[in-house]
């Protein structure tokens, strides 16, 4: 046991992949439908590890946290500047107002209880379950004036605070959005109340909806006199949600374009929901066999709008205009919005930057997705040298110093390089001919940053465990529930009274600017609706910067 306490203490790289290790395998078990997560878990990992008497330098905690803090502003950063403009700027105040409640609420908290900087910033970064928050404030303690011991060991009082007040942040989160908030509203039947939202919406009404559910293809005998001669917009509309998407006419193979007039007798490729062919068997004729006719190139291709003319449009609008220009539809499979799936019911008005999963012959997809905006097809390489000098320049940026009062003030390299990763993801979104980072690399940098940031505090800051534990574990424990739960009390009568908020948007838009996603997973369910994923989107984005941001805050007004 000696040698390899004393291999650890040596190779301290070795204790920093044992804690990475242990942490993404116990933050991926469940208990019920609760889960530490991968963040909590590291760092108590790495507060157990580091018993052993294992540091690392803090430039290896440095270097994981900006790799996390960039991808967080580049993940976020189109939607965070579209948040911005006229339609999204309610959701953004709320969100503001939401954030403050709780750094208030902390500030409050930590003053009555006598807690120091490094707890105070503990304790709302836990109570609101944002990691950010507690990265920011652990790289920027040593703005406190302190020597080296100091910082660390405050530091180390962040850690234990976050650690003890995140599990309730999250499960009381969950638990008080899906379940007692409704009724604070005055909602009693929630899931009536979001289905009559949907039917509002459009979900519930006309066949556009069917291009939007699972597609099968299948070839028929044109038998149907009546249907004869017909364009092959005109035989979709006959059946409602399947599309002609070419057919047969003697030996020659047809493709479907507006103007094709289609003779009784002809095999025809039909597209559609299941429901729907099973419909168009009876209205058009037999199904025949024709591997030819349906063996044609198709794609399924996710568009980013971009284009000016497509923004504002409903979905209806699109599948009237743009996917059946051809003289037939292509098929609108998802739609995905700041990373979440959102209802695609026809009168979801498309946003900059919204994605657009779309199947149809591949010429016309391509065809579509220049009408739109811009193809994203995968890749697996990445911009490294666009994210390394957006990097570099922030951290530049970050350092750079103004006196207010004679005091010195700067953004630091951690918000600096937070700045830089929401100019940047900014930028790729406008112009994406470079800056392309995939979503897996995205992940990696982000999940693999981050919990690499919060090993090494865990293992620097595992000698005052025990100490801090003893002196402050009941009292912020406590703190934790009230920093947790009064901001969202706040958030619900604000959204109701003052921006009027429709109640299922209202509890999503919550959830976003608490910036948890298990929240957002209890209310769709309680809803029995995807519809609160309207609402987390803006809110999410303003609260991960936001958030991160105060992580400096609470240090300065703690002092």
Known sequence: MQILIDALRHNPEIALFITLAIGFWFGALKFGSFSLGAVT????????????????????????????LFAVGYSVGPQFFGALKKDGLPQVAFALIVCASGFVTAWAAAKLMGYSPGLAAGLLAGGYTNSGTLGVASANIGQLGLDAQQATAAAGLAAIAYAVTYPFGTAGAAWFLSSLAPKLLGVDDLPKLSKELEAKMGAQGGSSEQAYRPIVSRAYKLANTDLAGRTPSELGDAVQGAIVTRFRQGSKIVEADAQAAIPQGATLALSGSPHALFIAKETIGPEVEDNELLAY???????????????????????????????????????????????????????????????????????????????????????????????????????????????????????????????????????????????????????????????????????????????????????????????????????????????????????????????????????????????????????????????????????
């Open 41 to 68: 878990s590291t760092l108590i990992a790495g507060l157990i590890v580091g018993q052993l008497g294992v540091t690392l330098p803090g430039a290896v905690q440095s270097i994981f946290f900006l790799l996390f």
């Open 297 to 559: 190139s198709t794609e399924q291709l996710d568009i980013v709008v971009t284009n000016e003319k497509a923004l504002g449009r409903t979905l209806r609008d699109l599948d009237k205009h743009e996917l059946g220009r051809y003289g037939r539809r292509l098929f609108v499979l998802h739609v995905t919005r700041d990373g979440q799936s959102i209802p695609a019911v026809p009168d979801l008005k498309i946003e900059r930057r919204d994605v657009l999963t779309v199947r149809g012959a591949r010429n016309y997809v391509d065809d579509l997705a220049k009408s739109l905006g811009s193809a994203d097809r995968p890749t697996s390489k990445s911009d490294i040298a666009f994210m390394a000098v957006g990097v570099v320049i922030g951290c530049f940026v970050g350092l750079l110093t103004i006196h207010v009062g004679g005091i010195p003030l700067s953004l630091s390299t951690s918000v600096g390089t937070l700045l830089a990763g929401l100019v940047c993801g900014y930028l790729h979104s406008k112009y994406r001919t470079f800056g392309s980072i995939p979503a897996p690399a995205l992940w990696a940098f982000n999940n693999v940053g981050l919990n690499g940031f919060i090993a090494v505090v865990g293992l620097n800051a595992a000698a005052g465990l025990v100490a801090g534990l003893k002196a402050y574990g009941i009292g912020i424990f406590l703190s934790g529930i009230v920093v947790s739960l009064l901001p969202l009390v706040v958030g619900l009568y604000v959204g109701k009274y003052v921006f009027k908020f429709h109640p299922t948007m209202l509890l999503g838009a919550i959830a976003g600017a608490r910036t948890t996603t298990a929240a957002l997973g209890a209310v769709q369910e309680a809803a029995q609706s995807p519809l609160p994923a309207i609402g987390y989107t803006v809110p999410y984005a303003v609260g991960r910067i936001v958030l991160a941001i105060f992580g400096i805050v609470i240090l300065l007004v703690m002092k």
